[in-house]
């Protein structure tokens, strides 16, 4: 979402008030080999990048791929590195969710390999229609100003506060105005391609001796969140249903997440494989996470029940004990947590708990 990228931006900015070791561009990225012939492209920006990791499997005759990728010349990176691997064709391609970075270069890959049989959930189908790609031209004006505001903040030399650009902070800014810069410049030229397979519930892949399965577990982060399993490996692709180190609060059902998390913790899985956040080997983060759903659910729906206004619940429901324990001390990862998840979610869970079901 662009919303997403803007208030990336500002986190991203913070970074330049603090000393850095190693500043990571947005644009580097890990190949992560998981098990024999599957792989992870991870991206290294932290806290959150705005690209999802994507993860392929190579099969006997054939490739798969999870989540397409924001820009089109990032999903063109990742398929430069499955080009590098194998020369077997990606024929399928899962979406886990309608956001756009997960939907916006199904083109690029149906392009590239035009047999590419592209798989989510009927609602995410559905969503990615309206949402992603009928949004496009209004995330596209939202970024323009947002590109506008940061090359603005680099001629002028200091930040809106009026306080000088030292040397880490303009670098920051720049690398946010190259991405913007390219967000602005890729987007128009996305194409809409959706899912042409949807599964309601569960679906079972033989790629001759690969297995992969993807299964809907009900509501959590949209209305249709996919989890692709790979029961002989034991890997668990999450998409954004845990995105470490802390979650995207956006437009979910925080009540349903909960439950949601208890079916995805069911996997005998050993790595997880996150869209946004490290690999991780134990269900440790997703416990957590599943605690601060539970701690906004819990407190708004106390709140409502009291009678307080959504100004009252904000101001009461701050969740300071859990960016405490996801943050720590570091002011990135504290402000990605206020603003990717406190401030959607607690909203949202607002006109949740007083029954409004979008
Ligand atoms: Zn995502």
């Excluded at 995330?139 to 650009?165: C, F, H, M, V, W």
Aim: with cysteine; charged share 25%.
């Amino acid at each position: 979402m662009s919303a997403k990228i803007m208030r990336l931006a500002a986190v991203l900015l913070v970074l330049g008030s603090f000393p850095l070791l190693a500043a990571e561009s947005l644009e580097a990225y890990d190949v992560v080999r998981l098990a024999d012939g599957v792989y992870g492209v991870v991206w290294k920006t932290r806290p959150v990048s705005p690209e999802p990791n994507i993860l392929f499997a190579i099969n006997d005759d054939d490739v798969l791929v999870v989540d397409s990728g924001l820009l089109p010349s990032s999903a063109r990176t990742v398929i430069r590195e499955i080009r590098k691997l194998t020369p077997k064709p990606v024929r399928y391609l899962v979406n886990t969710h309608w956001h756009d970075d997960h939907v916006n270069a199904n083109f690029v890959y149906r392009k590239e390999w035009p047999g590419v049989q592209i798989i989510s959930h009927p609602n995410t189908r559905i969503d990615a229609h309206a949402r992603a790609f009928g949004g496009k031209e209004e995330s596209l004006a939202k970024n323009r100003a947002g590109l506008e505001k940061y090359e603005g903040i680099l001629r002028a030399g200091k930040k809106s506060d009026n306080t000088p650009l030292d040397g880490p902070t303009r670098a920051r800014v720049e690398e946010v105005v190259a991405f913007f810069r390219r967000y602005v410049e890729e987007i128009p030229s996305v194409e809409e391609v959706l899912p042409n397979i949807t599964v309601d519930q569960s679906l079972v892949l033989h790629c001759g001796s690969r297995v992969i399965e993807v299964h809907y577990l009900g509501r959590g982060n949209t209305r249709g969140d996919v989890v692709v399993w790979l029961p002989n490996e034991k890997i668990l692709v999450t998409g954004d249903l845990v995105v470490s180190p802390t979650p995207f609060g956006f437009g979910s059902y925080y009540a349903e997440w909960i439950g949601t998390l208890d079916k995805l913790m069911q996997f005998d899985a050993t790595t997880l494989f996150l869209a946004h956040g490290d690999v991780q080997h134990d269900f440790g983060y997703v416990r957590q996470e599943q605690g601060l759903l539970r701690a906004l659910v819990d407190r708004v729906g106390a709140e409502v029940a009291k009678g307080s206004s959504l100004d009252d619940v904000k101001k009461a429901v701050t969740l300071d004990d859990w960016k405490k324990t996801l943050a720590g001390n570091d002011p990135m990862i504290q402000l990605g947590f206020d603003q990717f998840f406190v401030a959607p979610a607690v909203e949202r869970a607002y006109d949740q708990a007083k029954g409004d079901q979008q």
